[in-house]
Protein backbone atom coordinates (compact mmCIF):
# COMPACT_ATOMS: atom_id res chain seq x y z
CA UNK A 1 0.00 0.00 0.00
CA UNK A 2 1.00 3.42 -0.70
CA UNK A 3 -0.34 5.07 2.41
CA UNK A 4 -3.09 7.16 0.37
CA UNK A 5 -6.39 7.87 0.95
CA UNK A 6 -8.40 8.25 -2.53
CA UNK A 7 -11.59 10.20 -2.67
CA UNK A 8 -13.71 10.19 -5.84
CA UNK A 9 -16.16 13.10 -5.85
CA UNK A 10 -18.67 13.81 -8.55
CA UNK A 11 -20.09 17.14 -7.99
CA UNK A 12 -22.58 15.92 -5.17
CA UNK A 13 -22.98 17.95 -1.61
CA UNK A 14 -22.61 13.52 -0.57
CA UNK A 15 -18.97 13.91 -1.88
CA UNK A 16 -17.92 17.08 -0.31
CA UNK A 17 -19.15 15.11 3.06
CA UNK A 18 -16.92 11.91 1.77
CA UNK A 19 -14.01 14.79 1.49
CA UNK A 20 -14.27 15.75 5.12
CA UNK A 21 -14.69 12.67 6.28
CA UNK A 22 -11.18 11.05 4.01
CA UNK A 23 -9.41 14.40 5.44
CA UNK A 24 -9.92 13.25 9.40
CA UNK A 25 -9.43 9.38 8.46
CA UNK A 26 -5.84 10.32 6.54
CA UNK A 27 -5.03 12.08 9.97
CA UNK A 28 -5.62 9.20 11.75
CA UNK A 29 -3.79 7.08 9.27
CA UNK A 30 -0.49 9.64 8.73
CA UNK A 31 -1.77 9.32 5.34
CA UNK A 32 -1.84 11.14 2.36
CA UNK A 33 -5.02 12.56 0.16
CA UNK A 34 -5.84 12.35 -3.18
CA UNK A 35 -9.03 14.09 -4.23
CA UNK A 36 -10.09 12.57 -7.87
CA UNK A 37 -12.85 13.37 -10.08
CA UNK A 38 -13.67 11.44 -12.52
CA UNK A 39 -14.57 13.18 -16.28
CA UNK A 40 -16.99 10.77 -17.58
CA UNK A 41 -19.03 10.71 -13.91
CA UNK A 42 -22.31 8.44 -14.57
CA UNK A 43 -25.48 10.93 -14.73
CA UNK A 44 -27.90 9.31 -17.00
CA UNK A 45 -28.56 6.29 -14.67
CA UNK A 46 -31.33 5.38 -12.58
CA UNK A 47 -31.05 6.80 -9.10
CA UNK A 48 -28.00 9.77 -10.37
CA UNK A 49 -28.19 13.31 -9.15
CA UNK A 50 -27.79 16.39 -11.22
CA UNK A 51 -24.57 17.49 -11.78
CA UNK A 52 -23.47 21.20 -11.86
CA UNK A 53 -22.19 23.06 -14.99
CA UNK A 54 -19.78 23.62 -16.56
CA UNK A 55 -17.90 20.23 -16.09
CA UNK A 56 -14.73 22.50 -15.43
CA UNK A 57 -16.13 24.55 -11.88
CA UNK A 58 -16.16 21.14 -10.29
CA UNK A 59 -12.14 21.26 -9.67
CA UNK A 60 -13.15 24.53 -7.67
CA UNK A 61 -16.47 23.77 -6.13
CA UNK A 62 -15.88 20.11 -4.99
CA UNK A 63 -12.31 19.04 -4.59
CA UNK A 64 -11.55 22.22 -2.03
CA UNK A 65 -8.28 21.50 -1.28
CA UNK A 66 -7.41 24.61 -0.08
CA UNK A 67 -9.65 24.39 2.58
CA UNK A 68 -8.41 20.98 3.84
CA UNK A 69 -5.17 22.08 3.79
CA UNK A 70 -6.41 24.97 6.03
CA UNK A 71 -8.32 22.72 8.32
CA UNK A 72 -6.07 19.91 8.42
CA UNK A 73 -2.63 21.85 8.18
CA UNK A 74 -0.24 18.87 8.76
CA UNK A 75 -1.98 16.45 5.44
CA UNK A 76 -0.95 16.38 1.91
CA UNK A 77 -3.55 16.95 -0.48
CA UNK A 78 -3.33 16.41 -4.04
CA UNK A 79 -6.11 16.40 -6.92
CA UNK A 80 -6.22 14.51 -10.31
CA UNK A 81 -8.60 14.34 -12.95
CA UNK A 82 -9.56 10.58 -14.58
CA UNK A 83 -10.52 10.06 -17.78
CA UNK A 84 -13.34 6.87 -19.01
CA UNK A 85 -16.31 5.41 -17.16
CA UNK A 86 -16.00 5.95 -13.71
CA UNK A 87 -16.36 3.26 -11.51
CA UNK A 88 -12.96 1.43 -13.91
CA UNK A 89 -11.32 4.83 -13.58
CA UNK A 90 -11.79 5.03 -9.96
CA UNK A 91 -11.17 1.18 -9.34
CA UNK A 92 -7.68 1.83 -11.19
CA UNK A 93 -6.71 5.24 -9.32
CA UNK A 94 -7.93 2.91 -5.89
CA UNK A 95 -5.55 0.27 -6.62
CA UNK A 96 -2.74 1.21 -4.78
CA UNK A 97 -4.29 3.48 -1.82
CA UNK A 98 -5.48 1.48 1.51
CA UNK A 99 -9.03 3.41 0.92
CA UNK A 100 -11.62 4.63 -1.59
CA UNK A 101 -14.30 6.74 -0.48
CA UNK A 102 -17.17 7.91 -1.68
CA UNK A 103 -20.32 10.12 -0.94
CA UNK A 104 -23.37 8.87 -0.24
CA UNK A 105 -26.92 11.10 0.00
CA UNK A 106 -30.17 10.52 2.43
CA UNK A 107 -33.38 10.19 1.11
CA UNK A 108 -35.02 9.78 4.41
CA UNK A 109 -35.36 7.52 7.71
CA UNK A 110 -37.33 4.70 5.56
CA UNK A 111 -35.81 4.61 2.30
CA UNK A 112 -32.06 5.01 3.67
CA UNK A 113 -29.10 6.16 1.44
CA UNK A 114 -28.45 6.26 -2.30
CA UNK A 115 -25.53 4.59 -2.57
CA UNK A 116 -26.20 5.14 -7.35
CA UNK A 117 -24.93 2.84 -10.17
CA UNK A 118 -21.27 4.76 -9.74
CA UNK A 119 -20.91 3.30 -5.83
CA UNK A 120 -22.33 0.21 -6.76
CA UNK A 121 -21.28 -0.47 -9.56
CA UNK A 122 -17.12 0.60 -8.47
CA UNK A 123 -17.70 -1.76 -5.38
CA UNK A 124 -16.98 -4.93 -7.05
CA UNK A 125 -14.44 -3.89 -9.36
CA UNK A 126 -12.02 -3.10 -6.59
CA UNK A 127 -10.11 -5.11 -4.02
CA UNK A 128 -9.74 -2.19 -2.17
CA UNK A 129 -11.69 -1.10 0.58
CA UNK A 130 -14.36 1.26 -0.36
CA UNK A 131 -16.02 3.59 2.47
CA UNK A 132 -19.83 4.95 1.27
CA UNK A 133 -19.88 8.14 3.50
CA UNK A 134 -23.36 9.77 4.03
CA UNK A 135 -24.79 13.39 3.91
CA UNK A 136 -27.91 14.74 4.93
CA UNK A 137 -30.19 15.23 1.84
CA UNK A 138 -27.16 15.27 -0.29
CA UNK A 139 -25.85 18.43 1.44
CA UNK A 140 -22.27 19.31 1.78
CA UNK A 141 -22.30 17.87 5.59
CA UNK A 142 -22.01 14.55 6.72
CA UNK A 143 -24.73 12.71 8.48
CA UNK A 144 -24.99 12.70 12.43
CA UNK A 145 -22.80 10.38 13.05
CA UNK A 146 -20.10 10.52 10.48
CA UNK A 147 -17.63 12.80 12.96
CA UNK A 148 -15.88 9.38 14.26
CA UNK A 149 -17.87 8.94 17.49
CA UNK A 150 -19.14 5.64 19.07
CA UNK A 151 -17.59 1.72 18.32
CA UNK A 152 -16.54 0.38 15.36
CA UNK A 153 -19.65 -2.46 14.07
CA UNK A 154 -18.10 -5.33 12.04
CA UNK A 155 -20.76 -8.31 10.99
CA UNK A 156 -19.00 -11.42 10.25
CA UNK A 157 -20.30 -14.81 8.58
CA UNK A 158 -18.61 -17.28 10.62
CA UNK A 159 -18.44 -19.53 7.22
CA UNK A 160 -16.44 -16.83 5.45
CA UNK A 161 -12.89 -16.27 5.18
CA UNK A 162 -13.23 -13.25 7.92
CA UNK A 163 -8.78 -12.23 8.11
CA UNK A 164 -9.48 -9.45 5.31
CA UNK A 165 -12.66 -7.66 7.51
CA UNK A 166 -10.66 -8.59 11.03
CA UNK A 167 -7.76 -6.72 10.22
CA UNK A 168 -9.44 -3.68 8.68
CA UNK A 169 -11.97 -3.07 11.76
CA UNK A 170 -9.36 -3.43 14.06
CA UNK A 171 -7.36 -1.33 12.51
CA UNK A 172 -9.84 1.47 12.97
CA UNK A 173 -10.85 0.39 15.80
CA UNK A 174 -7.45 1.02 17.20
CA UNK A 175 -6.67 4.42 15.12
CA UNK A 176 -9.80 5.89 16.99
CA UNK A 177 -9.39 4.14 20.50
CA UNK A 178 -13.12 2.85 20.30
CA UNK A 179 -14.15 -0.33 21.01
CA UNK A 180 -14.96 -3.00 18.67
CA UNK A 181 -18.26 -4.90 18.25
CA UNK A 182 -18.46 -7.72 16.14
CA UNK A 183 -21.96 -9.20 15.17
CA UNK A 184 -22.69 -12.44 13.71
CA UNK A 185 -26.59 -12.94 13.14
CA UNK A 186 -27.89 -16.75 12.80
CA UNK A 187 -30.99 -18.12 12.58
CA UNK A 188 -31.92 -21.80 13.72
CA UNK A 189 -32.28 -24.75 11.72
CA UNK A 190 -35.97 -25.15 10.39
CA UNK A 191 -36.44 -28.44 11.91
CA UNK A 192 -36.60 -26.28 15.42
CA UNK A 193 -39.72 -24.68 13.95
CA UNK A 194 -41.59 -27.52 13.05
CA UNK A 195 -40.78 -29.47 15.83
CA UNK A 196 -39.44 -27.01 19.32
CA UNK A 197 -40.19 -29.60 21.81
CA UNK A 198 -38.36 -32.01 20.20
CA UNK A 199 -34.69 -30.83 22.20
CA UNK A 200 -35.25 -27.70 24.29
CA UNK A 201 -31.77 -27.66 24.34
CA UNK A 202 -30.52 -28.00 20.76
CA UNK A 203 -30.84 -23.94 20.46
CA UNK A 204 -28.94 -23.23 23.13
CA UNK A 205 -25.90 -25.78 22.03
CA UNK A 206 -26.13 -24.04 18.86
CA UNK A 207 -26.12 -20.67 20.32
CA UNK A 208 -22.66 -21.62 22.80
CA UNK A 209 -21.39 -23.09 19.76
CA UNK A 210 -21.20 -20.29 17.85
CA UNK A 211 -20.28 -17.80 20.77
CA UNK A 212 -17.00 -20.12 20.92
CA UNK A 213 -16.54 -20.01 17.85
CA UNK A 214 -16.51 -16.59 17.44
CA UNK A 215 -14.09 -15.97 20.72
CA UNK A 216 -11.63 -18.29 18.83
CA UNK A 217 -11.81 -16.16 15.71
CA UNK A 218 -11.14 -13.23 17.34
CA UNK A 219 -8.10 -14.45 19.78
CA UNK A 220 -5.27 -13.64 17.63
CA UNK A 221 -6.63 -10.10 17.02
CA UNK A 222 -7.34 -9.22 20.87
CA UNK A 223 -3.80 -10.47 21.62
CA UNK A 224 -2.39 -8.34 18.47
CA UNK A 225 -4.51 -5.21 19.88
CA UNK A 226 -4.21 -5.61 23.62
CA UNK A 227 -6.09 -2.07 24.25
CA UNK A 228 -8.69 -3.27 21.86
CA UNK A 229 -11.65 -3.59 23.86
CA UNK A 230 -13.98 -6.35 21.96
CA UNK A 231 -17.83 -6.58 21.88
CA UNK A 232 -18.13 -10.06 19.70
CA UNK A 233 -22.04 -10.71 19.77
CA UNK A 234 -23.98 -13.96 18.41
CA UNK A 235 -27.46 -13.10 17.65
CA UNK A 236 -30.42 -14.56 16.80
CA UNK A 237 -31.74 -13.15 13.88
CA UNK A 238 -31.33 -11.70 10.17
CA UNK A 239 -27.92 -10.56 9.81
CA UNK A 240 -28.45 -7.05 8.15
CA UNK A 241 -31.30 -6.20 10.85
CA UNK A 242 -28.55 -7.20 13.29
CA UNK A 243 -25.84 -5.22 11.88
CA UNK A 244 -27.95 -2.29 11.66
CA UNK A 245 -28.97 -2.24 15.07
CA UNK A 246 -25.59 -2.86 16.07
CA UNK A 247 -24.52 -0.02 14.07
CA UNK A 248 -26.74 3.20 15.72
CA UNK A 249 -24.48 5.75 16.61
CA UNK A 250 -21.08 3.83 15.28
CA UNK A 251 -18.10 5.59 14.18
CA UNK A 252 -17.90 3.26 10.75
CA UNK A 253 -19.62 -0.52 10.39
CA UNK A 254 -17.78 -2.71 8.21
CA UNK A 255 -18.96 -5.58 6.26
CA UNK A 256 -17.76 -7.78 3.50
CA UNK A 257 -17.99 -8.96 -0.27
CA UNK A 258 -17.04 -12.13 -1.04
CA UNK A 259 -14.39 -11.88 -4.61
CA UNK A 260 -15.51 -13.95 -7.38
CA UNK A 261 -12.96 -15.01 -9.86
CA UNK A 262 -14.79 -15.14 -12.85
CA UNK A 263 -17.40 -12.23 -11.84
CA UNK A 264 -20.35 -14.35 -12.49
CA UNK A 265 -23.26 -14.01 -9.99
CA UNK A 266 -24.26 -11.05 -7.47
CA UNK A 267 -21.18 -9.35 -6.73
CA UNK A 268 -22.45 -7.48 -3.88
CA UNK A 269 -24.45 -9.96 -1.27
CA UNK A 270 -27.60 -9.02 0.09
CA UNK A 271 -26.91 -8.46 3.35
CA UNK A 272 -23.72 -6.04 2.63
CA UNK A 273 -26.36 -4.49 -0.15
CA UNK A 274 -28.88 -3.47 3.19
CA UNK A 275 -26.39 -2.46 5.47
CA UNK A 276 -24.74 -0.22 2.18
CA UNK A 277 -28.33 1.49 2.05
CA UNK A 278 -29.59 1.57 5.44
CA UNK A 279 -26.34 2.18 7.76
CA UNK A 280 -26.40 6.00 9.01
CA UNK A 281 -23.11 6.01 9.98
CA UNK A 282 -20.03 5.51 6.84
CA UNK A 283 -19.81 1.81 5.47
CA UNK A 284 -16.70 0.00 4.77
CA UNK A 285 -17.11 -2.54 2.09
CA UNK A 286 -13.92 -4.82 2.46
CA UNK A 287 -13.42 -7.57 -0.27
CA UNK A 288 -12.55 -11.11 0.85
CA UNK A 289 -12.31 -14.74 -0.65
Request: proline share 7%; glycine share 10%; charged share 20%.
Amino acid sequence: MSNRITVGLDGSGAAGAAADWSAREAELRGADLELVRAEDWAQYGPFTAPLPEPRHQWAEDLLTRERLLREHGTLTVSTREIQGAAETALASVAAGADMLVLGSRGLGSVSGFLVGSTGSATIPETETPVVLVRSIDGADRPASHASGSGPVVLGVDLHSDCDRLLAFACEEADLRACPLVVVHGWSPPPILSYAPALDPGVRAEIADGLAATLRELLSPWEEKYPRLAVDARTVIGQPAIQILDAAAGAALVVVGRRIRRPALGTRIGPITHAVMHHALSPVAVVAHD
